[in-house]
């Protein structure tokens, strides 16, 4: 994202600051609570299992001496660390009325100004084919500031998309476990392993950002698409019924394919669309985490 000058920097994380804070406050309150489970936790006892119980939480080894399921419980710590990863290869800038990325920027603000009045650490992790940016996480309203600035300030060295890299990066770094936040459109080499490894030992949401005008093709004859990675241009005629119905079936192959990978290793997965108000299904998406016992 490229701006002109400082003040206009400066201008814009003012206005998503005002403009987060009513979300904040009200939809996603309570944030700290229900953003991510078993993080920012210290050991505090062991109880006998009950239906429900994460599994991850098993002492195997009080279990195998009474013959019985028994859990670890935690005591929540008062601060918890949150890290954001955030794709910004070529295929962001992409977007109708409003870029994947600018939406990506200011779902990222709500979140990261929720975590203030916690006191919680947020780091910054920009990754497009490799990590271009790590910063360690830190707490206060300066820091929130900083991070939002280098997102905005950053001109990417590449423009392809790989999240691997990123992923490979928190978990050899990050000996502590904490909340890791994914934002991509997520049309990317396939990361089932890297994700499987950082699931482990984290706890991982994911939020893609799509526009509307990828999931299908419009019927108005000849027009040239450009990949906003490679740069490659080609010429399509949309008239054709044949390639529209084969662009839908590629479109909808790889929207299955998103959400099963992050199905078959829980990870909890919402897509927001560029054209739609975020508040709303990110309140909902934090909520149901909360009455499915996810806190």
Known sequence: M???NTDELIRLIHL???HTRFPVQGQIAGIHHSLFKGQGIEFSDIREYIPGDDIRSIDWKVTAR???PYVKEFAEERDQTHYFVVDMSGSGTFGDSISKQRRMLEIIASLMFSTLKNNDRCGLVIVT???????PPRSGRKHVIRLLSTLIRH???SRMSDIRPALVHITRTLHRSCSVILFSDFYVPDFSRELKLIRNHHDVVAIRVTDSHETGLPDVGLIELQDAE???????????????ERYD??????????RS????????????????AYQVPLGRFFAHRRVKGMI
Do not use: C
């Open 2 to 4: 490229e701006f002109e």
């Open 16 to 18: 998503i600051d005002i």
């Open 66 to 68: 009474y013959g019985r």
């Open 129 to 135: 084919d490799q990590v271009e940016v790590s910063i």
């Open 155 to 157: 001109n990417p060295v």
């Open 230 to 244: 490679t740069g490659e241009q080609i010429l399509v005629d949309t008239s054709d019924n044949l390639f529209r």
């Open 249 to 258: 079936a590629i479109v909808k192959e790889a929207e299955t394919e998103i």
């Open 261 to 276: 990978r992050f199905s078959r290793h829980k990870v909890p997965f919402l897509t927001i669309r560029t054209d739609e």
